[in-house]
């Protein structure tokens, strides 16, 4: 029988099969990590442990279900390592308009992030009560450059309820991920679409024969024909594993700019740049290239290293 994991905790896994039964088991042994031994030159005892990890199951995987045990891994779409996820359909990346203030370059390095792993991005921004009519209308100009790009901006006041259900509308169906900025409100948003979240963590938690709740690991919840991932985020966010040729490719506007050289980086001294072009032009926001400029100097930073 088939399954989706919903949970991980102590080597258990819970897993909603195809009949809706929700079951606690364990993975064959064939899932975990081995130790070998093997010769190693450079040391006194010419023995070294080495740990071989093999595919182990993950929260979001679908699996099949043997003798009370996950016998095998279906394949995946995709995965995050940070947090441990598989099979994401889209992730709400949920940034304040204040408190603490808005940011566009972290804003861009969670779209940089996704796009590798080719998940869909929809940019919530939580706390618009706290903007003047005039400041959040100046936001919502700038953001207007995301909707063209083909990413959902989304707008709500989770205290007040405004824009929650147009965010709810988005998660039907869809196993969906929160990340985003810290301190954006993305427990107050959760629980403002879905009322009864802190009841399930907690039933979850008793289940699990866990204490309090915290989010320091990944669940799924089931959330109309979908489901919601409550997740620790992204512990560090970085463009470390993107290579400087690739990194151009995860700003989808630079690919409409034509350069007269194919392996060109888009820097502002660039000879016959067609994106340093589009910034001068009005095309490219200016903030996009500022941002893809700072992530690709991280990047040279590490390959110097």
Known sequence: ??????????????VVLENHEVVTIPARGKF???????????????????MTVKNSPKVGDLVTVLDDRIDSILERKN?????????????????????????????DLFIVNITKKDIHPI?????????????LS???????????????????????????????????????VLSGQTGAGKSTLI?????????????????????????RETTLYAYK?????????FSKLDVLGIERKDLPNLFVEFGEET???????????????????????????PSRHENYLKMLMQIEKGERR
Not at 123 to 135: G, M, N, P, Q, S
Not at 200 to 214: F, N, V, Y
Not at 225 to 233: F, L, M, R, S, V
Request: aromatic share 6%; with cysteine; charged share 25%.
């Open 123 to 135: 940019i919530v921004i939580t706390k618009i009560d706290k903007l003047t009519e005039d400041e």
């Open 225 to 233: 024909d979908g489901y919601i991932g409550d997740t620790p985020g």
């Open 191 to 215: 629980n403002a679409i879905f009322p009864d979240f802190e009841l399930k963590t907690q039933e979850i938690s008793q289940a699990l024969g866990r204490g309090k709740h915290t989010t």
């Open 79 to 107: 995965e995050l390592i940070r947090p441990e996820i598989a099979n994401v359909d889209q992730i709400l990346l949920v940034f304040a308009a204040k408190e603490p203030d808005f940011s566009s370059y972290l804003l």
């Open 259 to 285: 350069c007269r050289f194919k392996d060109c980086l888009h820097q502002k001294n660039a000879k016959d740049c067609g994106v340093h072009k589009g910034v001068l032009e009005g095309r490219i926001l």
């Open 138 to 176: 100046d936001l919502k100009h700038n953001l207007s450059y995301y909707d063209k790009l083909g990413y959902d901006v989304l707008y709500v006041n989770s205290k007040s309820g405004e824009g929650v259900s147009e965010v709810a509308k988005h998660l039907e169906g869809k196993v969906t």
């Open 32 to 50: 975990r990590s081995v130790k070998t031994v093997q010769a190693n030159p450079n040391s006194l005892s010419k023995k070294e442990t080495v």
């Open 1 to 14: 029988m088939q399954g989706r994991i919903i949970n991980l905790n102590g080597g258990k896994y819970q």
